[in-house]
């Protein structure tokens, strides 16, 4: 069976890289698939950043994990990809009504493509990636929360930005 994980991934945390290992334990193979647009949300790095930074951060993994970017419906990439699992993780309990309302829509646009639900590890159920860009901002250490190659970008743009804010 073929799975795909789908989500933002502005940045890729460890949390996230969990669940691709233990989906990884469950399905055959994973589609780690990275949203290129999202109306609900705004993106700190544009999408081939993100899915460059996913792929350094699973390339470990082996050749049943792939990494690829979608736009548009979900569950028509789910079709595409001959995918009939669609893995979401849940943090916190708040994470549940949106997931299940998703999963909703998601079983009457294709009764044949299922969602699970996979909770979050009680050490990572904290870590989101809007938690870990705030961190960042203010000088916290994130290295216990995100992938090197993530904390390597991330500090890489800011050294950018400090000096073009130098240069002013």
């Known amino acids: 069976m073929k799975a795909i994980y789908p989500g933002t991934f502005d940045p890729i945390t460890n ?9 990884r334990e469950i399905f055959d193979n994973v ?3 990275v949203a290129e647009d999202n109306n609900l949300k705004t993106t700190m790095f544009n999408a081939a950043d993100r899915i460059a930074m996913v792929q350094d951060a699973v390339d470990s993994f082996g ?21 009939n699992v669609i893995v979401r993780g ?12 998703m999963s909703a829509i998601n079983y009457r646009l294709d009764a044949g493509i299922h969602t699970i639900f996979l909770p979050s590890r009680d050490d990572m159920h904290f870590i989101s990636s809007r938690m870990i860009k705030s961190v960042f901002d203010i000088g916290g250490d994130i290295s216990s929360f995100v992938p090197a190659n993530v904390e390597k970008t991330l500090k890489s743009m800011q050294a950018k930005q400090n000096i073009a804010i130098n240069c002013r």
């Open 90 to 101: 849940l943090r916190a309990f708040s994470d549940y009504e949106y997931e299940f309302q």
């Open 15 to 23: 949390g996230h890289l969990d669940l691709v290992k233990r989906t």
């Open 31 to 33: 589609i780690v698939c």
């Open 63 to 83: 050749l049943d994990v792939e990494v690829r970017g979608f736009s548009g419906l979900l569950i028509d990439f789910a079709r595409t990809n001959n995918a």
